[in-house]
């Protein structure tokens, strides 16, 4: 296939071999499909309309050109929208719908949003709240039928014509350079920051990512998506699914991805590392609440299929694997549809232990890492065994180089890195070199070419002995255990190392009921002595793992899960560390109080 050099010669690629269903949603309860023919009309019908609104490329600078605010959930409305920008000259400046009233405000007035396209009632309630406050702001459109702003409907209407020429003399003037979109990133500390990406940051990694999800044995070519496509990973995900021929179908909600994907049938979907535990975890009910033999069937399989590796060659191994397959991978694969092969894992780090599970279910994990301002991937793992290995992100994708600083730090170059933060030339230099960009994180890269990711520069803390502690590995190792949800190691600036967990309550509370503890609240279930020993000895059973200034002296159980909604996690389901250390002072603070010894223990 030629390669596509603007975002919007996907679409173009796609009429070459249209489809019936490229893009799906449920509307009242039933798929309904866009055909390829139905979603250029609707593209070539926006970008008129925006068009006869004034919508232009202005002075052709990035400062100077138009900017269309989205604030969408994932549904064809929003690729719709975002291809529809791109013909007009314009750049589409997408936000997660979560994002909180303040930061919406900061955003759309310092890109100074002309347009804006909200998809529900609860988006338009929010944005009426700061409306007032964003002088640039001409008019609001809706997907959804709501109150107080105009439905995007009213600006579908039949092509005038000479609209072919219109619009092509106006995407002529598009070069691969051009920035298509300004992102922000959500970021675990700070102001957000605006990643301009260009055409060819996007595209570049498009191929790219073919060569990873290209070759998997697809009968029906079909992908679910559900991960916000404000985030470049699964707009750019997108986008690969476009140029290779993919339909794709958008759950309802994130309550409903089980059933969407029942009904959708997908090959892959795209997911972050916490989605699969929580996938996990239902599986892991299923299987606590079977009796007899179907029970020590289900727990047999689970242990077979932690054993998993690449390429095992033990024929015995490889018989347990297939009656645990037939047995009860099967169920699972069926749970989804019957038809994953492969979930494409990004964001943070996936537990190994989930990582063999799945692929062992024949339901392949294939984990990358990258970066917004690198549009994302810089490595990844492929779908064929040679280019998969466990516990690392994968090997470089095609057209990227790089380096690991003295320090470790990994530094990228190649034509998938941003043009800059946008009006923020100072912070831009700070992290660009050379053409290298420096991504803070710090990794390894193995003689094989797989890279290995140990950490965040700046969440690496010295305690008051000197000795630095890098928190990321010891949480995802002691992560692997059922038990613990969510964790957070502490201890910059203090004598030992210390760690906040939430446990899993989906496996304590089960293991309560086991061990005689009458259930009530998880405040009371965290103080409880049988809890805190359960703890202890997962904590004891990791800590010789690790050197000993990484080992976890003391540990507190939390009661609440973080999340997004309470301000602990991003929208894409990082911790925000800071506030974290913030929200848990007095917590964390008891855990150096009175002896300031080093024996294990349990704070609560």
């Not at 975890?281 to 029970?295: A, N, P, S, T, W």
């Not at 800059?420 to 990794?443: C, L, Q, R, S």
């Not at 059973?541 to 540990?555: A, G, I, L, T, Y």
């Not at 002072?585 to 223990?601: A, C, F, L, Q, V």
Request: glycine share 6%.
């Amino acid at each position: 296939m030629e390669k596509a050099a603007r975002l919007f010669d996907c679409i173009v690629a796609q009429a070459k071999a249209p489809k019936p269903d490229l893009l799906n949603a449920k509307v009242n309860g039933t798929w309904k499909a866009y055909s390829t023919r139905e979603a250029h009309d609707m593209i070539n019908q926006l970008a008129i309309s925006l068009l006869e609104m004034g919508v232009s490329a202005g002075d052709g600078t990035t400062e100077g050109r138009d900017k269309i605010g989205l604030i969408s959930s994932g549904r064809p409305e929003w690729l719709i929208t975002d291809l529809a920008v791109q013909q007009t000259g314009a750049i589409l400046v997408p936000l997660y719908p979560n994002t909180n009233c303040k930061e919406l405000e900061q955003i759309l007035n310092e890109a100074e949003i002309k347009y804006l396209f909200v998809s529900n009632q609860e988006l338009c309630d929010k944005i009426h709240q700061i409306i007032d406050k964003l002088p640039a702001l001409k008019a609001v459109y809706s997907f959804d039928t709501t109150e107080g702003f105009t439905n995007w409907s009213t600006l579908f209407k039949p092509l005038p014509e000479g609209y072919q020429e219109r619009i092509k003399t106006i995407s002529d003037t598009i070069t691969a350079d051009t920035v298509a979109t300004i992102i922000y990133t959500s970021g675990t500390t700070g102001r957000p920051k605006g990643v301009m990406l260009t055409h060819k940051n996007i595209m570049c990694n498009v191929w790219a990512c073919g060569d990873i999800l290209g070759r998997i044995p697809l009968e029906h070519q079909k992908a679910l998506s559900f991960l916000p496509l404000n985030h470049i990973f699964e707009k750019t995900c997108t986008y690969v699914y476009l140029y290779y021929g993919f339909s794709v179908f958008y759950a309802e909600s994130m309550e409903t991805i089980g059933a969407n994907m029942k009904e959708a049938k997908p090959d892959i979907f795209t997911a972050v590392p916490r989605l699969l535990e929580k996938v996990f975890e239902k599986i892991m009910v299923q299987g606590q609440k079977l009796q007899g033999f179907k029970r020590k069937v289900f727990f047999w399989s689970i242990k077979v299929a932690e054993e998993f590796e690449i390429g095992k060659t033990d024929w015995w191994y490889n018989i347990k694997l297939a009656i645990a397959d037939k047995l009860v991978y099967s169920k699972w694969r069926d749970a989804i549809g019957g038809n994953v092969r492969a979930i494409v894992i990004g964001s943070s780090a996936c537990p190994i232990k989930l990582e063999k599970i799945f692929t062992a279910a024949k339901m392949v994990v294939i984990e990358g890492y990258g970066l917004t301002e690198t549009s994302p991937v810089i490595a990844a793992n492929r779908y064929q065994e040679s280019g998969r290995r466990f516990g690392t992100v994968g090997q470089l994708v095609n057209g990227v180089e790089v380096q690991i600083a003295e320090d470790g730090e990994i530094l990228t170059k190649s034509d998938c890195v941003m043009v800059g933060y946008y009006k923020n030339p100072e912070m831009t230099a700070e992290v660009i070199t050379n053409g290298w960009f420096h991504t803070g994180d710090i990794g390894e890269l193995d003689k094989d070419g797989f890279l290995r990711i140990t950490d965040r520069k700046k969440e690496i803390f010295k305690t008051s002995g000197g000795k630095y502690v890098a928190p990321l590995p010891i949480e995802n190792k002691m992560k692997e255990n059922y038990f613990i949800e969510q964790m957070m190691v502490v201890g910059a600036e203090r004598k030992f190392t210390s760690a906040l967990i939430v446990p899993s309550y989906t496996h304590l509370q089960p293991w309560c009921v086991k061990n005689d503890i009458p259930i009530t609240t998880h405040q009371e279930m965290v103080k409880n002595p049988k809890v805190i020993a359960l703890y202890q000895s997962i904590i004891n059973d990791f800590n010789p793992e690790f050197n000993h200034v990484e080992q976890v002296k003391k540990v507190t159980l939390l009661p609440d899960e973080w999340s997004i909604d309470s301000g602990e996690l991003t929208p894409t389901g990082k911790m925000k560390r800071k506030i974290i250390t913030e929200k848990y002072k007095t917590e964390i603070d008891k855990m150096y109080t009175g002896e300031e010894h080093e024996n294990p223990s349990l704070v609560h």
